[in-house]
């Protein structure tokens, strides 16, 4: 049994290392998008792993191989447009006006805030420009109230690194 194993073991790890580079550039070149790449790779190859006697059975198994990495990446892609037309909503929604803006400052606020990865900015936006509750925010956002109230911390250091303590408290502080 433990050979067995072991033989599985050492067939998947060649076919890793033969095809892991052309999954990720694959994944790369279907969601333009080369942070994620190599975690959809990986996904792949986990996914792969657990379907080995399937795979290695395949008559083609990169093809197979590239199957999976397409299907993860279409699911990636759905879940990021999900995620960013439910933001979407709440910016459409927005009729504030405000006479005589700091247009330097609100410059600098936006330019920080595209600078974040998409769900601490959506964390801090919903938060602070449109005083959603936690909750309410995963709830828009699809993730637990813990994804929130870390994402929202982590934003809001990083914006407070960039803009410095006075701008990052007044956006905090500022009620839409």
């Known amino acids: 049994m433990a050979t067995v194993v072991d033989e599985d073991a050492a067939e998947f790890q ?7 580079a052309e999954l990720a550039r694959l994944a790369h070149l279907l969601s333009g998008e080369a942070d994620a790449a190599d975690d959809l790779a990986a996904d792949a190859m986990v996914a792969l792993w657990h379907r080995w006697d399937r ?11 590239r199957g999976v990495v397409a299907h993860l ?3 990636h892609i759905r879940s990021a ?8 909503l709440f910016w459409d929604r927005r009729s504030e006006r405000v ?8 410059v600098d606020v936006r330019s920080a805030l595209r600078a974040l990865p998409f769900r601490k900015r959506a ?8 005083d959603l509750s936690e909750r309410d925010t995963a709830q828009v956002l699809g993730v637990s109230v813990g994804t929130v109230k870390s994402q929202t911390s982590k934003g809001m250091a990083e914006l407070q690194r960039v803009l410095g303590p006075g701008a990052a408290s007044e956006l ?5």
């Open 123 to 130: 964390c801090v936006v919903l938060r602070h420009a449109f």
């Open 99 to 106: 006479d005589d803006p700091d247009v330097p400052a609100v």
């Open 14 to 20: 060649e076919f890793f290392e033969r095809h892991y």
């Open 55 to 65: 795979v290695r059975g395949a008559d083609h198994p990169v093809a197979y191989a």
């Open 73 to 75: 990446v279409r699911s």
């Open 81 to 88: 447009v999900r995620e960013r037309r439910r933001v979407a």
């Open 172 to 176: 905090a502080g500022r009620k839409a």
